[in-house]
């Protein structure tokens, strides 16, 4: 019944912490403050949380942030957090997918470290030109492709690192949702609008909200590279400008095979994240909805159900566990688990000594893959689908 | 708890009936033979069970058949019934795939009905002929495409011809295996043996064996028509000679977009065939190792578990169950009820009436569609993975 | 992928059957037909089908029985069929409670097998007279608690008697349907009819219709003697005059404990029979709904998730399993298996011989043993649920 | 994709809270701590966190408690708290049971509301001696039992109290465990050591620890209330001091019927809380492991698989829920509903004012109950299994 390393709450050390947006009635910048706040490892300090001035105002009230440091735009706070002697260490950004890399551009270049939202930018050279800043920056940069931070997708990773599967030969992984069945984005819906804009969006649908996820996980847990991939986006819902349905072939240097499936327009799906690898020695099975367990079998033996914290649970899990076996730990902990990683580099950093080499979470370089994906996917696609080299 | 027409063990009419191959060691042989019994409508008196002849008599001792009733090859059997007045109705063929097409000519031109393992035949060329001498013969021409039977996926098929999923959009089926994860080939068993070897099997190894089961199974539940499709057949096992993994996506008439899935290689998986169609309105799925329970989602309403025989069956899958709800039936039964339609059909042929009307059964034209699947498979895989058509 | 002997369809020796009650309409008998055909072991020549003599005769010839084997009475049947030289050797009895005894005792009077329905009779006395019958006569008496036919009931028994869970403490059992949540038996369900009869299913209504079968199941898998227990029996729907909602504490002797729960207003429970057991060094549970599944945890141990015929399977499942793992079994083959022993029992006294050692089937004992549980768990409730002796 | 009142995470009105117990090493502490910071209604500045002096201190060091502010015990924290303008509001308690009932009188009589771990005391006379306390205090009381804050045990107890059951007739719950199958009390394990202590514990072992969770949960979801238990507490593992597995029958007012079965021997379970209630119009199955889902029959409809958050949420469930459907909440979230409830009941207080009406968490008077549950099923136990009332 040992708490894991995640759970340590010693508050020592907090790390200052800015957000932009975020504000009243949005989804993902409520999540990243629980995230924030579960280990208890950052203060929430400064905000522009949102583009209209009265809501910006309102949600700084309600969050406990000082007036003078709710700003109205990113680029004033990056400017006076980085003047201030208490400024933040590091900032959230959780906006729309065409300001994440104007918005980590300004605080990087102020000093400032970044944890960002999924996926990275709109572009594969927007990507690259991140890249570049933050490795001259030398700063810490966390992109919250938060199911990386399960326990059991850790332990799914450490198996097959250890050898576990032998060889991998075969990556499935799907993520249909159904909340884009009918046309949302007419009927008020904010996250609806937003993710089917392709202004705010990018050129990427469901392959760049959640095929992201998908392929991030994908690559995560395996530890496999892409050689190649082979794309079919649909629209299928009406006068929808992007795609709501992803089919894609994977080729991955080595020799094993991929699919995978995404869908916003699968009825009786929320949100089904699952991912199965086959090798020459075994099979790992994960599902998103489901998190704490996985399901492990060695070639002719019985399958087994491992569960988070129980027997057979490997040390890279029960590091990111905060609970024993059977209590079920669920979305905001695996995301917790992101912050919890990003607040060790961060304060690692303060000294310019190394983190606790256990320390893994998603970077720039994973975010600049995930756009290579997002752009090889949409070539291939409008190409006739043929296959396409991904970075 | 009223028990189905398939239940129905009216010994009145009892078709007689012959079997090739299936002799002692033989694993569908078997499951033929007791599908047969089952509702009590066939008696098994006559067959070339092996090409082994002490294992041909050996057999037919073991089962009851008369000595002079046991053949040594399937074409002597044909001739010799098709000459006695109390000579076989109908012949069951359950060899090997190469030796199906020139039984059932055997037997069809012999003037008796046909029971045919699937594949059909090894080559689409093959099936053509088929097809025509079936159409010319006047008789009938079962292929146990055995899924079909089960009631929950006659239920699906009923629910959406019904419209309850509204246009379907996505289709996704797999049929992932582990048997073929090692060169089992080479071992000694027979199972594998025949079903790696080209002679023996035809151009397709998974995508021939389970490959044709998922694209058939998709294809019955949705009355959808195949446009074209994109395959990616891969063999994993060094030294195998056909492929053991296959990836395929789908194009439907009407624009629906589908994904197949079918592998020999997947550790962990027994015989794990699962269909899921989501449509404007409402989604379904299936597992055929659960098959008494089918989920439905109407779009924006809670999830339902139909069950067999439970509220909300159908009557397409009341008809053909024998148990009420909580009593499992399992693969037999659905291989049994093919067995019953095939006896309605053949019983309605003896006086040139119809048959019921609800009677279904997967025919050669089924067969002729599975052939041209595997044939576009083939050649799309070896061509680069490029759309090919299909029929 | 081998199929064990309950697959054995050998007709050389198949053994002459007839029937008491299960004419038209009813449930019970069919299933034991159908069961009777699954192995191809018996031959049904003789019935008295039913009370009502039309329904008698329509049955019979539905069935192909011969008109003048099917009878009037089930005292004419015994007495015609002893007499004749190709007489019927053994008889099942698919009747409602109360005929069950006498019709036992005619037939083992005039030196027929017996197969017969559960609760073995309606009294404790009318069960001890029946035992010292069976004994005196010699005949085989086969108790169709067909639950214990499931191969992973088996395996479970086999995997206890082996040790592998250490010295059993805990028994849970619970048996859940919802088909008497309203008041059927006055909506014309039969079935509801005559089992909220007290004359004609005996003292006990749920006790008796699924209670002893989860007293048998439970017995049967562990090998443990019942020392007392301790009942409640419950009347949920108004009107009705037995018990539909059972309660019990059970001593085991050797120190166990265990939980027994069956209703038949458990709304949302089809034929949820599920037994859990926990020894000193393991844990087993399993469910009748999904039959092929049994889940195992060594203490300490990952949990494990054993498949009928798949890896971990014991040679007593494997010996009553027909097909390989991943293509499921049911009811119905677990009810023929209780069928095929039955054949290989009476095969064996045909010459005297001893069945094959393994040979397993609920017997005149434990039909003893189940009106002893019942009648015990009857007077434990009306005496205010206080301990009670069980036999 | 709405977040519920419980994810409001305004941090105006901070409760500053204390503690007592949980330091370094403890496990449920850690969890309040978790709990408390979630939607970040509470602020941690005060700790009498160990009885041992030195991991007192460093306890308060890591959890960034001032060092004035960590005190010896908790009458010196209490007093010393009381006087501090900037004292704490409330405080948790988190040691073991012994110490809960002198803690929180202490905190009581200095004007300081209570956050209490289960059971409340050790004795019923303590509890009566509480509940007086708390009425002539005036403070807000809060008993722990976070089982009552996950969002689809508030759905069901809507349900039942719109009367989508009907008249609740059978009440099933279980909590079985297997973390003392073994004598981990004498291998070093804290947790193992103080619940299997009677001096710590009180009378209770398994049925204090877990059985009441399930007790309360039952009543908490039906609104039923208990007229009479029959216990039989069982010790297995030999030498231990405390029963370590129990079976309850239950009446309760209005003629429904209960079993409760609690175990910490059922190898194979790791804290499988499980819940189901049948009444005359539909049943409910919840289980804690998998707390995002629900199932819900009505009688002669399909099942209906309701998620937390998806189609079918009732707003007491919206109301507690932090995330939309898919994105699994745990127990740490369950627990967080409970500070949740604390801190609007505290702040309405600052002002004499009136919490939400939808307020909802277990009080003083639950604890009693607990209790009371506690004694009584000792004393049917020691009695001989015989009915006893309770309270």
Request: hydrophobic share 40%; proline share 4%.
């Amino acid at each position: 019944m040992a708490i894991g390393a995640s759970g340590s709450d010693s508050t020592s050390g907090r790390v200052r912490l800015g957000m932009v947006g975020g504000g009243q009635g949005a989804f993902i910048g409520a999540v990243h403050r629980i995230a924030a706040r579960i280990d208890g490892q950052f203060e929430l300090v400064a905000g522009a949380l949102s583009s209209d001035p009265a809501r910006a105002k309102a949600s700084a009230v309600e969050l406990g942030i000082a007036a003078e440091r709710s700003y109205g735009s990113f680029e004033e706070m990056a400017r006076a957090e980085a003047a201030r002697p208490d400024g933040i260490e590091a900032v959230s950004i959780v906006t729309p997918n065409h300001v994440h890399a104007p918005a980590a551009r300004a605080f990087l270049e102020a000093g400032i470290h970044v944890i960002c939202d999924k996926p990275m930018t709109t572009t594969v050279a927007e990507a690259e030109r991140l890249v570049d800043l933050v490795e001259s920056s030398g700063k810490v940069f966390v992109l919250t492709h938060n199911y990386t931070g399960y326990p059991m997708v850790r332990q799914a990773r450490a198996m097959i690192g250890k050898g576990e599967l032998g060889d991998v030969r075969v990556v499935q992984v799907e993520y249909p949702q159904d909340w884009l069945t009918e046309r949302a984005e007419l009927s008020g819906s904010k996250q609806a609008e937003w993710r089917t804009d392709p202004k705010r969006s990018g050129a990427g649908g469901c392959i760049g909200d959640i095929g992201t996820h998908a392929y991030n996980l994908a690559a995560f847990v395996t530890g496999l590279e892409t050689e190649a991939i082979l794309a079919q986006l649909t629209t299928f819902v009406p006068g929808r400008l992007l795609d709501d349905h992803v089919q894609i072939m994977l080729r991955y240097k080595g020799g094993a095979r991929g699919l995978l499936w995404a869908s916003q327009v699968a009825v009786g799906n929320e949100n089904a994240l699952k991912l199965r690898i086959y090798g020459t020695k075994g099979g790992l099975e994960w599902t998103q909805e489901d998190p704490n367990y996985l399901w492990f079998t060695r070639f002719g033996q019985p399958k087994q159900l491992l569960t988070r914290a129980g027997a057979g649970a490997q040390p890279e899990a029960a590091r990111v566990s905060r609970l024993p076996g059977g209590h079920p730990e669920g979305y905001l902990e695996g995301f917790a688990t992101i912050y919890a990683e990003a607040a060790r580099a961060i304060r690692a950093a303060r000294t310019g000594a190394s983190p606790d080499p256990g320390t893994i979470y998603p970077t720039v370089q994973d975010g600049l893959a995930g756009m290579r994906f997002i752009e090889a996917a949409v070539t291939s696609s409008k190409a006739g689908n043929i296959w396409t080299k991904v970075g």
